[in-house]
């Protein structure tokens, strides 16, 4: 059995260290060229992004029964996690564009790029087909009311919902649901170009993660930046625990559903905080915290999960 150090090496070296050295890319671009963020971001948010959430929905294979089960259990874990967001808040007093931050850096967890390779090396494929249906849940969550939080700290409660429609991988949603539902089979000449497109959003999402973290030497604010992480990577998974229960997720469902709940904050938040304008420095310092920290959150979980 693999010890708990030599799982925590394993995570860090499979999940965490690219991650970090594609970020190192992007702060030497934003330090050394003079590459801007907010370019990077646009290019990523209107362009690579509406491609990953079709390619990912399109391709989902999971049965419908699954994805029912799974999706009520992430969106009563993605409310809870609001509500704990919303009271962590009150002592913190924060205005309301920063509390729009805080509760998006809560809410949208890394279930994609970071989530997906652990349940895989934690439990094999068939966790993987359910944290899948998690991520698949998670993205339309992330591209929908991710954005409207992103938004509302700018904008009215109305405008920020009509802007949703504004988004292109809102559209990438609904292409993928129509492909799914109709059975529709894309010729390679229209595959191929948003396969790569898919491709290629994960490492400008962290690109853009390095070159915004470029902007600041240390979290800010640092009380802030504490709570955040301390609700995303401890209260969350433990509160997702009981959830798990009350929906009835068993064996490789359960594992699976917990471990997708203790990931970090989302690498695709900074893009929205830069997109919205959405306190970006304080959004990018989570990501960092919670990432940094997540090896250890996680792998005691993975532990945990190994004996039920």
Known sequence: MISGAQL??????????????????????????????QTVSRLTFHALAPALVFNTLANSTAESSQVARMTVFYLLVAS?????????????????????????????????????????????????????????????????????????GRRSFRDALVGIAR?????????????????????????????????????????????????????????????????SLVLTPLVAMGIAHVVGLEGAAFKAGVLQSSMPTAVITTILAVEFDAVPDFVTSVVFVSTLLSPVTVTLMIAYLQTV
């Open 167 to 231: 988004v292109p991988a809102f559209y990438g949603a609904m292409a993928a649901a129509l492909t799914l539902s109709f059975g529709i089979r894309w010729p390679a000449a229209v595959a191929a170009p948003i396969t790569l497109l898919s491709d290629a959003a994960v490492p400008m999402m962290i690109l853009v993660l390095g070159m915004q973290h470029e902007r600041a030497s240390r979290p800010e604010p640092p009380g802030v930046v504490a709570v955040a992480v301390l609700v």
């Open 80 to 152: 809870s996690a609001a509500i704990m967001a919303r009271l962590a808040a009150i002592p913190l007093r924060l205005d309301r564009r920063a509390l729009t931050a805080f509760m998006l850096v809560i809410v949208c967890s890394n279930s994609g790029n970071y989530g997906l390779p652990v349940a895989l090396l934690a439990f094999g494929r068939e966790a993987l087909t359910f944290a899948s249906v998690y991520f698949v849940a998670s993205s339309i969550f992330t591209y929908t009311g991710g954005v409207l939080l992103a938004a509302s």
């Open 8 to 37: 925590l090496l394993s995570i860090f070296v499979s999940d965490l260290l690219p991650v970090f050295a594609i970020a190192g890319v992007g702060f030497l671009l934003a330090r050394f060229t003079g590459v801007q963020v």
